[in-house]
């Protein structure tokens, strides 16, 4: 393990244990900030988000996840460990999300040449006009105009509302980028059938998304306290 640590920085696990300050990451929790109208679960379970959807924010152990992170070599793209500790896995990811992990890959459009118009028909409303380009959706959009739902809703209303959920869901929680407050929007597209979202690797991309995050807070964020 020695031949893996940079020896030109002191690895945080040789001072954890001292009466010394020693490194630590900011601690940042993401989440929706709102549960989904009951009406809504349905079609979250329809798309394989159901279990997703019931995450909540908790405390965190930042002095562990810090060591954790320091663990994270760039030229393998894993964690490197000493025998006996543990890491992030794919299963862990199915485990806690609910999420599939052995279908087909996330992938897509990343530019869309008519978001207003992709907005209108998927989730029933856009924060722009027909005129206007936009590649992500802020949070406060969507839950200023999908958190309360009439009492006689649509089913179509309530699929949009669902579509909108799993749009927060994926910016908010599983894979947050570094705004913390919008979505890109070339999720959506995905989200066009509710029946064929689960068709897709969801759990490959959030594993994926963790490790390159995890590795870009160890060199932006890291701080002395």
């Known amino acids: 393990m020695a031949s893996l640590i ?42 394989g988000f159901g279990s997703a959807a019931l995450t909540r924010t908790f405390d965190l152990r930042y002095d562990l996840i810090s060591a954790l992170v320091e663990r994270w070599r760039p030229e393998t793209h894993t964690f490197h460990l000493p025998c006996g500790e543990c890491t992030v896995t ?15 890959a996330v992938t897509g459009v990343s530019a869309i040449d008519e978001p207003a118009a992709l907005c209108y028909s998927l989730l029933g409303s856009s924060p722009g006009d027909a005129e206007s380009t936009f590649s992500e959706l802020k949070f406060t959009w969507l839950k200023a105009n999908f958190q309360h739902l009439s009492d006689n809703a649509t089913e179509e209303q309530l699929v949009c509302a669902a579509r909108a959920y799993i749009m927060h869901i994926i910016g908010g929680v599983l894979m947050p980028n570094s705004n913390n407050n919008k979505v890109h929007i070339q999720y959506l597209p995905l989200l066009t059938d509710l029946r064929s979202v689960r068709s897709y690797s969801w759990g490959s991309a959030v594993l994926a998304m963790l490790y390159p995050m995890m590795y870009q807070k160890k060199r932006l964020t890291r701080q002395q306290i």
């Open 6 to 47: 940079n020896k030109k920085l002191s690895h945080i696990c040789d001072t954890v244990n001292n009466t010394d300050s020693y490194r630590i990451l900011r601690g940042r929790v993401n989440g929706v900030g709102y549960s989904p109208d009951a009406r809504l679960m349905p079609y979250l379970e329809l798309a």
């Open 90 to 104: 794919l299963e862990d990811v199915a485990l806690q999300f609910g999420l599939p992990i052995d279908e087909d």
